[in-house]
């Protein structure tokens, strides 16, 4: 049995997709068991009764601009919290939530725990891409470090490729350094040290600098940059797609007659095209680098994120790389500067 | 008459396209003078001969991929380092070029020359929004300076600034400053400097941390960052847009009959969503902080873009804007950390 954890509070939607979501996973998956956190009152009604659900009540709930660290040492019976501890208590193995991403950042720090040498967790989303070859994008670090050092930018590509090849299944992960230009010479301080000590790393597949014009088109499978940058660029992918969805749509509706029915012509291929950018088929984020999965699935998820999400808690729990992760780290020598 | 030097062979189409750009701006703008730097037996054909037309023989080019700096060094007698000279030497007043990025930097920097109590010319592009209220956003800096610090983002804040007000009329600029996080607490350590910087600055109306999710809607008319994360922000909104509308068309190509008679009746829908987000219309990209106007046009730049770069060199000569920096900031006590 796979026990997962999972906030029930977290999120805009919740807990109304997230008993959605953990009912559909319950049906789907039967080598699985939740531990759903929050108000039992509001759960209860929402979620089907199952043999391999319990539901633990959690008196607080931590809001999406409460301060992070702050929020779990004062907010200690909420959802996220409790669910973290489960985690760490070994009672759970994979720890999901929809909540502020802060939070879970610091309950992933603070409660489940670092890896023995690995300096800083990362946060991975997994975004599609337009490449029929390399459909998903693993973005590493996608903002848990605002400020990063060389070697932490090492450890997340060590950390990203060993996940790409025991989750995603991809043999040989192409992992690329994003820089401001594709010559080894560009870049800030931090990307030229990056640049080097991934150059050298033999245990990736290192295809040097990528530009974040290039993210979408499949030329790598792993982009390592630090997390101030990283949260910027998806923070980017995400505005921009939605402005452009959202313009189309006035155009189409603005531009008379003619549009508005060829916009009901190619509704279905506007759906699909909408589909192949739908980042809640990819599952949530997920913070490598601490001892135990930790899932972040996006505050707007709907019951078919959480879904996903589930869907990969299960997979990532299967695959067992977070204790190899942890065995990697612990057993070699520390990855220095 | 406002003499403008342009880079006859920088770019992807050069000379063609800078050829009919400069045709169509010396007949709409009869108070230009143009100084064209390029092959003289390429050019020639290419140019209705024009009294207001100088062309001056390069014999060399500066290429795409050319080291900046031993480029402008060792290439003396190119198109680009002559007609940088041409503006130091007060020949030209304007310095325009599709060509290499770093290139015109450091021609910039080195050649025209920093105001004095300048730390770090900016490079800020013109950038197309989808509010009709702000339908520009001008990002600084997008790429000059990978590494900054907190004392280069006020700088840039400043020059945005005046350059909003004198070039493009908006009474009272709203600053913003790129950020992984909307409270004032967010960010890297660049960041938390830049906004302590920013928020005690009178001068301009900041509105504290933009999050670049919102830099399309119009939110702010300028938006301040390191030239990495301005990089990585520009690159990713051009590779999204691009990826974006090539998924589109294949969609519509690939999705049946109906998906292919929709296409053909949203046709001019979807032109004028293209013609929204075109930034050739916008001008080009300009590096503020150095004594002279240097615009950047960019290097798959059309002669439409072209065009309106020369249009925009003509602009930000007759507003002064440059004097009144450099004015500005050699009067002024120097902004300090």
New interface residues.
């Given amino acids: 049995m796979i026990k997962i954890a999972i906030d029930g509070m977290g999120g805009d939607n919740a807990p109304y997709v997230i008993c959605q979501g953990v009912n559909r996973a319950l049906k789907e998956f039967t080598d699985i068991e939740v531990l759903l956190f929050g108000d039992k009152d509001q759960i209860t009604p929402l979620v089907e009764p199952n043999e391999r659900l319990t539901i633990i009540h959690s008196e607080e709930v931590i809001e999406g ?1 409460d ?1 992070p660290v702050r929020a779990i040492r004062r907010k200690s019976k909420s959802s996220m919290v409790m669910a973290a501890r489960a985690v760490r208590q070994k009672e759970a193995d994979v720890l999901l939530s929809a909540g502020n991403t ?1 939070a879970l950042l610091a309950s992933g720090l603070l409660l489940v725990g670092r890896i023995k040498h690995i300096d800083r967790p990362g946060l991975m989303p997994i975004l599609p891409t ?1 490449s029929t070859e390399r459909p998903q994008l693993l973005l590493m670090d996608a ?1 848990a470090n ?2 990063c050092k060389a070697i932490n930018l090492h450890q997340f590509a060590i950390l990203a490729n060993l996940y790409a090849k025991r989750v995603l299944n991809i043999a040989q992960p192409k992992v690329g350094l ?1 820089n ?2 594709a ?1 080894a ?5 931090l ?1 030229k040290k990056a640049y080097e000590l991934l150059s050298q790393e033999k245990r990736i597949d290192f295809v040097g600098n990528v ?7 499949g030329r790598v499978d792993i982009a390592i ?5 990283g ?3 998806l ?10 969805f ?3 749509k006035h ?2 509706l603005n ?1 008379g007659v ?2 508005k ?10 759906l ?2 909408r589909d ?2 739908d980042d809640s088929k990819a599952g949530g984020a997920i913070l490598l680098g601490v001892k135990g999965a930790v899932i972040k699935a996006h505050g707007s998820s709907n019951e078919e994120a959480i879904f996903n999400a589930i869907r990969q808690a299960r997979i990532v729990h299967q695959s067992r790389v977070i204790e190899e992760f942890t065995q990697y780290f612990e057993e070699s020598t520390p990855i220095n500067e």
């Fill in positions: 601009d301060e802060g337009a903002g605002a400020d994003i401001n230009g010559e010479s560009k870049g800030n301080e990307s530009e974040s014009s290039e993210l979408l088109t940059t630090d997390g101030f940058t949260n910027a660029i923070k980017t992918l995400e505005g921009t797609g939605k402005v452009i959202s313009q189309m155009q189409l531009s003619k549009a029915i060829g916009g009901l012509l190619i509704k279905d291929a506007l699909n095209l192949q950018f």
